[in-house]
């Protein structure tokens, strides 16, 4: 003959997520029927934010992420697309590294909770060089009509090396530019 047991379970009994074992009980104490009850304290979820811009050969962050919901400790995994060449993510969700290659770069991580729960999440990090500069003095040697001119050799920073120089405008006669190279009579 079939019945029905109706029970209420005290609110702090379900503060952890697990499984738990519920039994009748007989007159004695004796308890039969046991079956698995599943304690689900919510989904996880990765929390997605803009991640910080990197700049190749430059420390990035340390940057952690998030998840909200689940069984804490999470474990973190990247789960495809491209990762910055140098950076790393460690199994607690930290993104560290020494970014080499400019570029936008978008991958996915998973994030799985104590319990076996997974999510997974998008993210992009952008690579950006410094910015380039000239930084050869603004005023060059001055020169004596005749006579070689010292040889004046630009230099640059940030950007992505190699570096092409140009020249607006006219030198003055005698000179020639070169590969970022004056020099002349």
């Known amino acids: 003959q079939a019945a029905q047991l109706a029970a209420t379970i005290p609110p702090a009994l379900l503060t952890t997520a697990g499984t738990a074992q519920i039994a009748v009980a007989d007159p004695a ?3 039969t ?4 009850f599943n304690i689900s304290i ?18 990035y962050g340390p940057v952690m992420l998030a998840a909200t919901g689940g069984t804490t400790p999470y474990t973190w995994a990247q789960n495809g697309g491209l990762f910055p ?7 607690t969700g930290v993104i560290s590294g020494n970014p080499i290659t400019p570029g936008v770069y978008t991958f996915s991580v998973r994030v799985t909770d104590s319990l076996g729960a997974k999510a997974t999440g998008t993210f992009t990090i952008t690579v950006t060089p410094p910015t380039l500069k000239i930084t050869t003095a ?6 004596i ?26 030198l003055p006669s005698g000179l ?10």
């Open 145 to 170: 009509a005749g006579f070689e001119y010292p040889a004046q050799i630009l230099s640059a920073t940030g950007g992505t090396p190699p570096y092409t120089f140009g020249v607006t405008g006219t």
């Open 29 to 31: 104490g004796v308890l």
């Open 42 to 59: 919510g989904s996880i979820a990765v929390s997605v934010v803009p991640l910080p811009n990197g700049t190749p050969g430059a420390a």
């Open 176 to 185: 020639t530019f070169s590969n970022g190279s004056i020099n002349g009579t």
């Open 33 to 36: 029927n046991r079956l698995p």
């Open 85 to 91: 060449p140098g950076l790393s993510l460690d199994s």
């Open 138 to 143: 603004s005023i060059l040697a001055s020169g």
